[in-house]
């Protein structure tokens, strides 16, 4: 049997991301049955994101909060289409995806694809670059890879 590489040596997943209807609702429930807080709150506006190959605007409400050592993510999506807005039409309110940080997205993606899995959705921001991999069929949820930029000194 021919052995496989592996795509990576380590995988470590730092975050949990949930799609909801209502982010101030959802942070609430949290809050009260889980006591998971304080919440740190962002609206994004990405006017050049790529959505199945296509320059299409990602808007979303954003909640973040530590849930031991994993990051709990809340994305309400925002207005017109985006990879949030399709999981949560298909399957409702739910995990969205887990986060991989990397070091080099490029060649990670590069690597992605060549075991055939595509991008669903991507950016470059001031801050991160990411994209969400077509991992669904495979492990039955998306892999968002995210590589942190330097900040300028």
């Known amino acids: 049997m021919e052995q496989v590489q592996p ?10 991301a949930i799609v909801v209807r209502d982010i101030e609702e959802a942070m609430r429930h949290l809050s009260s049955l889980w006591n998971i ?23 979303a409400k954003l909640a973040f909060a530590q849930a031991g050592p994993v990051e709990l993510e ?6 017109g289409e985006n990879i949030h807005r399709e999981v949560l039409r298909a399957k409702g309110e739910g995990v969205h995806h887990l986060r991989l940080s990397v070091s080099d997205i490029e060649s990670e ?15 470059d921001t001031p801050r991160v670059r990411f994209a969400y991999m ?19 000194t």
């Open 7 to 16: 795509l990576t040596d380590h995988l470590e997943i730092d975050q949990v």
């Open 37 to 59: 807080g304080p919440f740190r709150f962002l609206e994004i506006d990405v006017p050049d994101a790529i959505l199945h190959g296509k320059q299409t605007p990602l808007r």
């Open 74 to 79: 809340l994305i309400e999506p925002g207005e």
């Open 109 to 123: 993606v590069a690597k992605w694809k060549e075991r055939g899995i595509e991008v669903l959705q991507s950016a």
């Open 134 to 152: 077509d991992t669904e069929g495979i492990i039955g949820v998306i892999l968002e890879l995210l590589q942190r930029k330097q900040s300028p």
